[in-house]
């Protein structure tokens, strides 16, 4: 009977420790019906801004209710307020392009890039032949967030086994794409600074 007992306030512990650490995020990856068209209507987004990158994902950023959405129709979507967003770094390869994070605003930089030199610095070490072709692998946006529950977010934004060639258009495109999402993120990264210091 004290057993029972036992397992039965553990079980109601469990319930209530389960329903005070519900996650942050809007929603927990729920598949939707009707693609992505059906996302939009069923979230009632209007005014956004969106890109679909290689890995089938779409980065919606929801300008009228302040939500950047992450959407895949294999996976489901998940989003975050504005105020969610603790930070942002494009990875090529296994090096840091860009990073940004609430910790790091006195001191924002372009880790990878601007202390190396540069594209060219970072995939330089790809290879030790002056006449090789550098290529990358593989480019991803990692999103950072507040939730207990889904602390990131990671895009694939090119992933290619034979690698792309780093003055290709595909790598570029890519490239450019990350970096012009990392600086979305920037700005609501610090424009959230903004708002809990004033």
């Known amino acids: 009977m004290l057993i029972l007992f036992g397992l039965g306030l553990f079980a109601v512990l469990f319930i209530i420790t389960a329903l005070l650490v519900i996650p942050t995020s809007l929603f ?4 939707e019906e009707g693609g992505f068209d059906g996302f939009l209507k069923k979230n009632k987004i209007i005014d956004y801004t969106h890109h679909r990158f290689w890995d089938g994902t779409y980065l919606v950023q929801d300008h009228g209710d302040g939500i950047i959405w992450f959407y895949n129709n294999n996976t489901g979507y998940i989003g975050y307020y504005y105020s969610q967003i603790t930070g942002v770094k494009l990875q090529i390869d296994d090096s840091t392009e860009y990073k940004s994070s609430v910790t790091s605003a006195v001191s924002r930089a372009v880790v990878g890039g601007a202390l190396a030199g540069g594209i060219g610095a970072i995939i330089g070490g790809v290879t030790g032949q002056k006449n090789a072709r550098k290529v990358v692998h593989k480019v991803e946006l990692v999103v950072s967030t507040n939730d207990w529950n889904n602390p990131f977010y990671t895009v694939t934004l090119l992933n290619d086994r034979n690698g792309k060639d780093i003055n290709g258009y595909e790598f570029r495109d890519a490239h450019n794409i990350g970096m012009a999402w990392s600086k ?10 903004g708002k809990e210091s004033s």
Do not use: A, G
Request: glycine fraction near 0%; aromatic fraction near 8%.
């Open 28 to 31: 927990f990856l729920k598949k």
């Open 184 to 193: 979305r993120m920037d700005i609501i990264i610090s424009n959230n600074e």
